[in-house]
Structure formats: C-alpha cells, structure tokens
C-alpha cells in the first residue's frame, strides 16, 4: 500500500509539472504600496495626506479637494508587475477612475478604466508593470473629493530592490530595536499643554561655499553654494568627530550641530539672513511623551534640489510656503514684497527614525513623516522634528531671486546632528517631554514656574 501510494503521489506530482502547476508557480503576491512615498493632485487638509492611504490603517485617509479631476501616486521604489489593486474607500468615493503606472511618474499607462465605481472595497484585478501606480479620479461619487482609507497595490517586486546595506548605510551603534510606535493620547493637563518645543538660535557660520558633506563628502566645490549655521567648522570632510571638535555660532554652545541650506541670490548676489535664525525642535507626533533625543551623527536631507512646484506644496514638511508681508502660500517666489519686509521660509523635517542607520544612500530613507500624529511600524523611534524657519532681507521686485538650487520649490536643508549628548537630552526632557514651549534656555515665559534646563550661559548647571 505505502509504495503504490508513493508512487500515485509520484504521479500527480509530474503532471501537475507537466500541466505547469508546480514547475511554473510563480512569486507570491505581496503587499507593495505600504509604507511607500505618497504623493496626491491636492490634500483636503492637514489631516488627509496622502502617505495615510499607505500607511496600513484604517483609521487614517487621503482626501482630496472638491474638484475633478484628483489622484493619488505611491512610488514602489523598484519596477513591479502588479496584479491587484485594492481601494478603501471613506464616504466620499470615484465613480469614475482609472489605474495607470509609469516607469518614471510622467508618462502614465492605463492598466484599468472604469465609470460604475461603487465605492466601500473595491479589488481589482490588473496586469501591468511599473514603479509608479496612481488612482486617477475623473468623476466623484458624491459631492465632496476622494477619500480613501487604503490603496493597496500588490504583485511580485523588481528583481533589484533596493539594498539594505553596503555603501551609503551608516550604521547605529548600538542600534535601537523593540520599539513600538506610540498611540497613545497624553492626558489633559492644567494649565493646558499647548506646546511641546524649544528653540536653537544659530546665526549664518559659513556662507557661499559649494560644498556639502551628505551628500557629496569628501568632494569639496561638487555642490551647488550652501549657506551654513551652527557648526563653524562644516566642509566638504566634515565628520561627526571634526563637528564635535568645532565651534558654533548658536546661541547654545553645546548644540556643535551642522546646518546648511541653498544660497538665495537676488540677481548674482547672494543675500544672507541677519541675525540668530530660529531652528526648532519640536514634537511631529501626538504623544510628546515618547520624542527621544537624536542619536549623535545622525543626518538627513529634508524636502529636494529637484523637487517640483507640485511636490514642494503637497511635501509633508510644507507649512505655508514663503511669505513675505500679507503675501502667504507662495510655493514659487512672489513677484514682490512690500518694501522693508522680508522673505520667509518654514519647513518640517521627518520625525521618525529606523533605529537602525544614522544614514543611508538617498539620505532619506532612514527617516519618515509621523502619519496623523503617530510614527510608521518601519521608522518607530520618534525623534524631534526640526523645523527652519528662515528669513532673508530681500523685499520689493522679486524677479531675480533665486536659489542657488533654482527655483523657490527647490528649498531644502541638511541637518548633522552634533549637539552635546546630555545638553540635548536636557531641552528634549524638559521642553518637548515636559509639554513646554521652550526659548534655547529651556525657559517656558508662559510656566515660568518649571524652570529652565540651562543656566544663564545656556549651559547644564
């Protein structure tokens, strides 16, 4: 009995390979789109982007303006065969919409087209390839915009997906590992918790020098003019150990940290901030509780040199644009401001860090946005969020400013952490975890009963 079952079972199996089942199995279809970069024709609100359709809940969503038509992009990261898109949708869904895919997110093909869009959750099967995969809505299903809770895209990776190690990757030591992101709401308190930040004040250190130690180290003149602050010492070889040694022009003398910036020019004449600069240091997620202090060495490149109008607007770290007078919103350079008043500039940084590289090849990939106030499971270690908030002296015709990146939607900045450990883990305790809104003392004018985290000379007592 065992050796006639054997060899039924011999023979099943060599049909099923000559019928093709077991001999031309194929990848496993998996999951693609979560926790991928986003992108989206238009946000509701501040509380819709795009990046919480691929976020993996449900207690999250995109939402679009109310207008035809709106779509939303995740970029995979690799070239895929796709074979299944799943949509979520929230209230407001497409009657009308298409799949498409592009090898490079300009050149768009259709690889699904329908107009009896029903909304709740749709699963669609497809056939296509490409890095790209976007949800073009051509017609609402109600009166508002579209609102998804998920947009799932599954298929079988590209054969080359990125690394996880190798040049490029520089590793934690010692990493952080079992972190779990907080969701956890902090309890009301009295007086009321309205901030939980403190500030950097840093002046201009180095200006108009082409040199860039991320992204271009040890290659001084390969990068378009910088303007610098904080760390006097920044060039092109810089490392975490020359920062440490170096001076700083920030107001704190324990925050050695390397901060850098595109040259603005109005014409062929670069045009520098005057004055301490305000850099904070906030929390990016609702529980202000769980921000723990960067790691020394950490760095990163917040926003793109290459990005478009439309990125730079819909970019996670976009606050309000530049602004100058009542003039508010500008995502390219007003044509002018109001004589005597001065150009602004706010940014965010990314928040969220992987725990494991201080950096890696794209200088990016190591940190993320929080998502609706909550870190992703793949970047769980909540860091505070960095935001510049710059002013340049330039004001009426504005038609030859520029950076020297280009246009005003090529703003970014480099961050190179090298504050003082124990003067950093101070401010981040008292002023972020401690619910404060911190001046670069550590000093809540506002609760001045709490005290400062520095003393008189912005040192630990």
């Known amino acids: 009995m065992r050796s006639r079952t054997a060899a039924t079972a011999a023979l099943v199996l060599l049909a099923s390979l000559l019928a093709g089942g077991v001999g031309s199995a194929q990848a496993a ?27 993996g809940r ?7 303006q109310w207008s035809d038509p709106q779509w939303l992009r995740v970029d995979l990261g690799a070239t895929s065969n796709i074979s299944r898109v799943v949509l979520r949708w929230e209230t407001a869904y497409a009657r009308a919409y298409q799949i498409q895919t592009s090898a490079d997110g300009a050149a768009w093909t259709t690889i699904y087209s329908t107009t009896t869009g029903a909304g709740g959750t749709e699963t669609v099967t497809v056939t296509g390839s490409g890095r790209y995969v976007r949800m ?7 009166t508002y915009g579209y609102s998804l809770y998920e947009f799932q895209v599954y298929g079988a990776a590209g054969t080359t997906p990125p690394p996880t190690g190798g040049p490029g990757y520089v590793p934690a030591n010692p990493p952080v590992t079992g972190v779990v ?3 956890a709401t902090p309890p009301a308190t009295n007086p009321p918790t309205t901030h939980h930040e403190f500030q950097a004040n840093c002046s201009v250190s180095r200006s108009n020098l082409p040199d ?16 610098f602050m904080g760390n006097t010492t920044t060039n092109a070889n810089t490392t975490l150990a020359s920062l440490q040694a170096g001076s700083t022009s920030c ?11 595109p040259t603005l020019y109005r014409g062929d004449t670069a045009v520098q901030p005057v004055g301490r600069q305000v850099i904070y240091y906030k929390s990016g997620v609702i529980d202000y509780r769980s921000v723990r202090p960067a790691p020394p060495g950490l760095r990163y490149v917040v926003g793109s040199p290459s990005a478009t109008l439309e990125e730079f607007r819909n970019s996670p770290g976009a606050v309000e644009g530049w602004e100058c007078g009542d003039s508010v919103r500008n995502w390219d350079f007003p044509a002018s401001c109001p004589a005597g008043s001065q150009l602004n500039i706010r940014f965010q940084a990314p928040s969220c860090w992987d725990g494991r590289y201080l950096d890696t090849p794209d200088h990016k990939s190591h940190m993320a946005y ?5 870190c992703p499971t793949s970047h769980p270690v909540a860091v505070p969020m960095i935001e510049f908030k710059m002013a340049f002296p330039v004001s009426g015709d504005m038609t030859t400013v520029r950076l020297a990146s ?25 002023c972020i975890n401690g619910g404060l809104q911190c001046d670069p003392r550590g000093f809540d004018q506002y609760k001045p009963e709490r005290g400062a985290a520095l003393n008189q000379n912005y040192e630990l007592p």
């Open 29 to 55: 279809e998996t999951l693609l789109s979560q926790g991928r970069p986003a992108l989206a024709s238009s946000v509701e609100n501040g509380e819709a982007p795009a990046v919480a359709a691929v976020d």
């Open 58 to 64: 449900t207690d999250t969503r995109w939402g679009s």
């Open 136 to 142: 073009y809505g051509t017609q609402r299903g109600t």
């Open 181 to 183: 992101p907080s969701t």
């Open 212 to 227: 860039d130690p991320i992204v271009f180290p040890n290659l001084p003149g390969a990068s378009h003019s910088h303007t």
């Open 251 to 261: 107001i704190t003398p324990g925050d050695k940290t390397g901060y850098w910036m």
């Open 370 to 374: 929080p998502v609706i106030g909550v």
């Open 406 to 430: 280009g246009r005003a939607y090529s703003f970014h900045y480099d961050f190179y952490n090298a504050w003082d450990a124990p003067t950093l883990a101070a401010l981040v305790g008292h």
